[in-house]
């Protein structure tokens, strides 16, 4: 597999992606109250409810910043006001740009784990991201058994076992974005697709092969954000050139 281990460098002054560039966005989410404050008044009426579900404080922070953070990032992309920026979602909750007679157009994802958020722009078409805290609690065998198909599950039970938790995280990621990128999320069959190593594309497997049409164009691609944590994007372009930005602190207060 084809793993991006970029330097993730400060965004320039003025943002511009051409038509099959990438954009990637590495983001804390651990930010201060007076930066809350000011992401939560880009928020709109329904996102404000969603925030207020949250039972656990940290979890409605960690939403609050990577739904602000995505409206400030789409806001320097599109020149809007993130408060003015309108989003529609899939029938499996995929979130996009609502475009007004194709203005706009630019398509996004994100993912968050462990205080740590992914987010990827581009112009080119469905794209869908997905980054893990690589921990110790998962029960890898169980969720193997459960997400990966038998060659995949093959090539994680060849490995050494050292090797193994970090693989399952990386794995796990690459079948991940591609159930975002389609936006299907977790009503997707996964255990009927491998994803091959290398170049990496979608594959049916025997349960499904009639379904190979449709996933044959999509390509997968590892990323590593940092120590600790696994990722993967995947979008329906093989050969897109990728920018690896990570937020500066307080940039949006500048
Ligand atoms: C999409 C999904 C796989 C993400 O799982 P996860 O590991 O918990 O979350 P991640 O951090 O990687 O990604 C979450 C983000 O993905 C985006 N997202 C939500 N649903 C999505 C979908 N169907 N496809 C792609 N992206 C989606 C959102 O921006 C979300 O973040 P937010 O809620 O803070 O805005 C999972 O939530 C899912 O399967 N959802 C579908 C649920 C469903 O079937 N609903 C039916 C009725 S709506």
Same mark, same amino acid.
């Given at each position: ?9 400060? /965004? /320039? ?31 709109? /009426? ?42 529609? #979602? ?11 007679? =194709? ?15 992914? #987010?990827?722009? $581009?112009?080119? =078409? !469905?794209?869908?991201?997905?980054? @893990? ?9 169980? $969720? ?7 060659? !995949?599950? $093959? ?15 990386? #794995?796990?990621?690459?079948?991940? %974005?591609?159930?975002?990128? $389609? =936006? ?22 025997? @349960? ?21 944590? %696994? %990722? ?15 937020? /500066? ?6």
């Amino acid at each position: 597999m084809n793993l991006l281990s970029p330097s993730w460098v400060s /965004p /320039p002054d003025k943002l511009t992606l051409s038509a099959s560039a990438v954009h990637l966005w590495l983001v804390r989410l651990d930010i201060s109250e007076e930066q809350s404050g000011q992401l939560a008044g880009w928020l709109s /009426p329904d996102e404000h409810r969603r925030a207020e579900n949250f039972k656990f404080d940290q979890l409605r922070n960690h939403f609050i910043a990577a739904r602000g953070v995505l409206r400030f990032i789409l806001g320097q992309y599109l020149q809007l006001n993130p408060g003015q920026i309108l989003f529609r #979602y899939g029938a499996f909750g995929k979130p996009a740009i609502e475009s007004f007679g =194709g203005r706009n157009m630019l398509y996004f994802n994100l993912s968050h784990s462990n205080g740590l958020a992914l #987010y990827a722009f $581009t112009p080119g =078409g !469905e794209i869908g991201v997905d980054i @893990e805290h690589v921990h110790e609690s998962a029960d890898i065998e169980q $969720t193997a058994a459960i997400v990966f198909s038998d060659s !995949e599950i $093959t090539a994680l039970r060849a490995l050494p076992e050292e090797a193994r938790r970090p693989a399952f995280f990386q #794995y796990w990621t690459r079948k991940e %974005a591609f159930i975002k990128a $389609t =936006g299907e999320g977790f009503s997707f069959p996964l255990r009927s697709i491998d994803i091959q190593q290398s170049p990496g594309k979608v594959l049916a497997n025997a @349960e499904s092969p009639e379904n190979q049409w449709q996933y044959g164009n999509w390509s997968i691609r590892d990323i590593c954000p940092m120590q600790g944590y %696994a %990722a993967a994007i995947a979008c329906r372009n093989d050969e897109y050139p990728v920018s690896f930005f990570r937020m /500066p602190d307080m940039y949006f207060f500048e």
